[in-house]
C-alpha cells in the first residue's frame, strides 16, 4: 500500500473531532487494508512502529529531526527553527519546508507503508559508533523521499506526537464495527464484541495483532486468547474510597492489604526465563536483575505470572524509600548493578493469574492466594507475601490502617474475596484508602500542547511554588488532569497573551495564573528545580483572582514532613 493511502486517512481523521466519525472513518479503511499489513496500519494509526510493551524506543529528539529536515530540504536549521517557531509543530514545519524545497532529488521514489514502517522500526536498532549519523541519513532519506504532507506525518510519527485523535478505544470500536458487527447487529451484540475485543487486547496488548485475530478467525478466534508469557497484561486498577466503613458496609468481610508506594510489578516465569512488567506494559526486565535473583528462589513454579508491588529501601533506616527515588531505576540502561547496590527493593506479592498451564483469573481472590501461597518460597523482607487481614471488623481495619501509615506505607486496599480478576479497569471489588492531603496554590509557569482535537489547546501545565529567600519560582509538578473541556479552552486563552518562549511543543509563561492543586502525597525528586513533585496533581480551580503568588516552598516541604515518609 502506498504511503499516501494512510496519509489521507490520517487527514481525515484530524479534520473531524467527533469519536464516532473517527471510529467510522477508521473501521471503513481497516476492511480496505490487506491482511498481510493490517497489524502495521493499526500501530501507525496509534503514531507507534512497535507494539506498547516493546522495549524498543524511537528515541529522536526535536534536534536531530530539525537537522534530518534541514539536510532533505536544503534550507539551513535556523530557517527550520524559525518555521518552527510560527508553526508550534514539527510535523506541519516539516511539510513546509518540503513544499518550499531548493531542489528535486533524482533518487525521489513513491513511499509505501511497508517501507516507512520498516525503517522507522531500523532508528530504534541502530546503535554504537556512529550511530547518530546513521540515524539521521535514515530520516533525511525518507523526507526526500517524501511529499509535503507525508513529512508531516512521517516526523510525527517518529517523534510520538501525530496528533490525529486515534485513541485506544477508538481503534478497538473500528475493530469491532470494521470484522465483528455490521448494521444490523443488534446493542448487545455490539456490547458483547466489544467487551471480547477489548479482553483479547488485555491479554495481547497488540491490536495490530487484534485486527488480524478478529479479520480471520472473528470472535471465536479472539474467545481463545489465553495469557501469552513474555507478553504483559493489562493489570486490574482499584477506586479510591473515602471511608473503611463504607466499603465494608457494602460488601462485609474484605481482604485487607497494605498499599505500598512502590511500582506495580508483574512477574511471569517460564522455565528459568523471567519477565518483568509494570502496570504500565514497561519491560523492566533487564533494570532489576535483583528481583529476577528473588523470583528464582522465591517462585516454585515452573511456569506463573504472579502480580506485587516492589518498593525500594533505605539502606540507612531499613524505611521505606518514595516511589519518586525508586523510578529512578526504571528507566536506567547504564550503571545498573550500581542502582541494585543503592536502591535495594522488596517485591510484596498479591496475586497469581497463571501456574504450569492453568489460568486462574477467573476464579475467585480468596482461591487465587492459596494458589499463590502453594507456589511461594517467601525470602523474608525480600520476596514475601504482601501484609494483610480479612475481616469485616471496622475497628480491626482502622487499626490495620493506622499500622500501615506508621510504617510509612500509603495506606490499604480493601478488596473483595469472592471477584475474579478484569483485566484493564477500575473496578468495584477493590478500593483504595489513603489519607486526604491539603491542597496547594501554584503558579503555571509553563504549558504543552495538546494532541489531537485537543492540538490548539494547552493541557498539561507546569507548576511552580515560590523560594522565599530568593523570590525564585521552582517547579514542583505538571497538572493535566481534573479539568472539563471548558477549563481547558479558559485557561488556554489565559496563558497564550503570556507566552514568552517555545521549546517545540512546551511553551513557558509568565507566572500570572495561579491555581489550586489537589494530589495523593508529596515526594522527594530531582526532576524538579525545587527538589519535590507532587504525585498524581489534579486541578480544582482558578484562584488568580484572589491569590497574586504561589504557596512557598516552606508549605511545600512542611506537608512533605507531615506524611510521615522517609527522607
Same mark, same amino acid.
Given at each position: 500500500m502506498e504511503y499516501s493511502i494512510l496519509v489521507d486517512r490520517y487527514e481525515k481523521l484530524e479534520s473531524v473531532s467527533s469519536k464516532l466519525a473517527k471510529t467510522n472513518i477508521i473501521a471503513q479503511f481497516l476492511k480496505e487494508v490487506p491482511t498481510n499489513e493490517l497489524s502495521k496500519i493499526v500501530l501507525l494509526l496509534q503514531g507507534r512502529v512497535f507494539p506498547s510493551y516493546s522495549e524498543y524506543e524511537l528515541g529522536i529528539a526535536t534536534q536531530m529531526m530539525i537537522k534530518a529536515i534541514s539536510k532533505a530540504t536544503g534550507l539551513s536549521t535556523s530557517q527550520v527553527e524559525e518555521r518552527l517557531k510560527k508553526t508550534g509543530d514539527l510535523g506541519l514545519t516539516a511539510e513546509q519546508c518540503v513544499q518550499s524545497r531548493k531542489q528535486v532529488s533524482l533518487l525521489k521514489k513513491k513511499l509505501t507503508v511497508d517501507h516507512v514502517f520498516e525503517n522507522l522500526q531500523k532508528l530504534a536498532t541502530i546503535t554504537g559508533e556512529g550511530s547518530q549519523d546513521k540515524k539521521l541519513n535514515l530520516i533525511s532519506e525518507l523526507i526526500i523521499s517524501a511529499q509535503p504532507k507525508e513529512a508531516r506525518y512521517i516526523v510525527r510519527t517518529i517523534l510520538g506526537e501525530l496528533r490525529v485523535g486515534a485513541a485506544e478505544g477508538i481503534i478497538r470500536d473500528a475493530i469491532v464495527n470494521a470484522f465483528l458487527v455490521d448494521e444490523k447487529s443488534t446493542k448487545e451484540e455490539k456490547e458483547k464484541a466489544t467487551e471480547i475485543v477489548e479482553n483479547a487486547w488485555s491479554l495481547l496488548n497488540d491490536y495490530g495483532e487484534v485486527a488480524e485475530l478478529a479479520k480471520e478467525k472473528g470472535i471465536k478466534g479472539l474467545k481463545k486468547v489465553g495469557i501469552q508469557l513474555g507478553k504483559p497484561i493489562q493489570v486490574m486498577l482499584g477506586i479510591a474510597a473515602e471511608k473503611i466503613e463504607d466499603v465494608v458496609k457494602e460488601f462485609g468481610e474484605v481482604i485487607a492489604e497494605y498499599k505500598y508506594d512502590g511500582m506495580r510489578v508483574v512477574i511471569e516465569k517460564k522455565g528459568g526465563q523471567?519477565?518483568?512488567?509494570?502496570?504500565? %506494559?514497561?519491560?523492566?526486565?533487564?533494570?532489576?536483575?535483583?528481583?529476577?535473583?528473588?523470583? /528464582?528462589?522465591?517462585?516454585?513454579?515452573?511456569?506463573?505470572?504472579?502480580?506485587?508491588?516492589? +518498593?525500594?529501601?533505605?539502606?540507612?533506616?531499613?524505611?521505606?524509600? $518514595?516511589?519518586?527515588?525508586? @523510578?529512578?531505576?526504571?528507566?536506567?540502561?547504564?550503571?545498573?548493578?550500581?542502582?541494585?547496590?543503592?536502591? #535495594?527493593?522488596?517485591?510484596?506479592?498479591?496475586?497469581?493469574?497463571?501456574?504450569?498451564?492453568? @489460568?486462574?483469573?477467573?476464579? #475467585?481472590?480468596?482461591?487465587? =492466594? /492459596?494458589?499463590?501461597? /502453594?507456589?511461594?518460597? $517467601?525470602?523474608?523482607?525480600?520476596?514475601?507475601?504482601?501484609?494483610? +487481614?480479612?475481616?469485616?471488623? &471496622?475497628? /480491626?481495619?482502622?487499626?490495620?490502617?493506622?499500622?500501615?501509615?506508621?510504617?510509612?506505607?500509603?495506606?490499604?486496599?480493601?478488596?473483595?474475596?469472592? @471477584? &475474579?480478576?478484569?483485566? *484493564? =479497569?477500575?473496578?468495584?471489588?477493590?478500593?483504595?484508602?489513603?489519607?486526604?492531603?491539603?491542597?496547594?496554590?501554584?503558579?503555571?509557569?509553563?504549558?504543552?500542547? *495538546? !494532541?489531537?482535537?485537543?492540538?490548539?489547546?494547552?493541557? @498539561?501545565?507546569?507548576?511552580?511554588?515560590?523560594?522565599?529567600?530568593?523570590?525564585?519560582?521552582? !517547579?514542583?509538578?505538571?497538572?493535566?488532569? *481534573?479539568?472539563?473541556?471548558? %477549563?481547558? +479552552?479558559?485557561?488556554?486563552?489565559?496563558?497564550? #497573551?503570556?507566552?514568552?518562549?517555545?521549546?517545540?511543543?512546551?511553551?513557558?509563561?509568565?507566572?500570572?495564573?495561579?491555581?489550586?492543586?489537589?494530589?495523593? !502525597?508529596?515526594?522527594?525528586?530531582?526532576?524538579?528545580?525545587?527538589?519535590?513533585?507532587?504525585?498524581?496533581?489534579?486541578?480544582?480551580?482558578?484562584?488568580?483572582?484572589?491569590?497574586?503568588?504561589?504557596?512557598?516552598?516552606? =508549605? &511545600?516541604?512542611?506537608?512533605?514532613?507531615?506524611?510521615?515518609?522517609?527522607?
Open positions: 523471567f519477565w518483568l512488567f509494570t502496570r504500565r %506494559q514497561e519491560d523492566v526486565t533487564k533494570q532489576f536483575p535483583d528481583i529476577v535473583e528473588l523470583a /528464582k528462589k522465591g517462585l516454585k513454579a515452573e511456569e506463573c505470572i504472579v502480580e506485587g508491588e516492589a +518498593i525500594g529501601i533505605d539502606t540507612k533506616t531499613g524505611y521505606p524509600l $518514595p516511589f519518586q527515588i525508586l @523510578s529512578q531505576r526504571v528507566h536506567r540502561k547504564y550503571g545498573i548493578e550500581k542502582m541494585v547496590k543503592e536502591i #535495594p527493593v522488596q517485591v510484596n506479592l498479591f496475586d497469581i493469574l497463571y501456574a504450569n498451564g492453568k @489460568s486462574l483469573f477467573n476464579k #475467585p481472590l480468596k482461591e487465587r =492466594r /492459596k494458589e499463590l501461597e /502453594k507456589i511461594l518460597n $517467601p525470602i523474608k523482607g525480600k520476596f514475601q507475601l504482601a501484609k494483610y +487481614i480479612i475481616t469485616n471488623d &471496622v475497628k /480491626k481495619l482502622e487499626q490495620f490502617y493506622e499500622e500501615a501509615l506508621k510504617e510509612r506505607q500509603e495506606g490499604l486496599m480493601l478488596k473483595v474475596p469472592d @471477584s &475474579v480478576y478484569t483485566f *484493564g =479497569r477500575h473496578v468495584g471489588t477493590m478500593y483504595k484508602i489513603k489519607p486526604m492531603m491539603e491542597t496547594l496554590d501554584l503558579a503555571i509557569v509553563g504549558a504543552t500542547w *495538546g !494532541e489531537g482535537a485537543r492540538a490548539r489547546l494547552l493541557t @498539561s501545565y507546569i507548576l511552580a511554588c515560590k523560594d522565599p529567600d530568593t523570590g525564585k519560582l521552582l !517547579e514542583c509538578g505538571m497538572v493535566s488532569t *481534573g479539568l472539563t473541556e471548558e %477549563q481547558y +479552552i479558559e485557561l488556554t486563552k489565559l496563558l497564550k #497573551p503570556l507566552i514568552i518562549k517555545e521549546e517545540g511543543r512546551t511553551v513557558f509563561v509568565k507566572p500570572k495564573i495561579i491555581i489550586e492543586v489537589g494530589y495523593q !502525597e508529596i515526594q522527594k525528586s530531582p526532576n524538579y528545580s525545587s527538589g519535590m513533585a507532587l504525585r498524581f496533581p489534579r486541578y480544582i480551580r482558578n484562584r488568580t483572582a484572589d491569590k497574586s503568588e504561589p504557596d512557598t516552598l516552606d =508549605r &511545600v516541604k512542611s506537608l512533605f514532613k507531615s506524611q510521615g515518609k522517609a527522607g
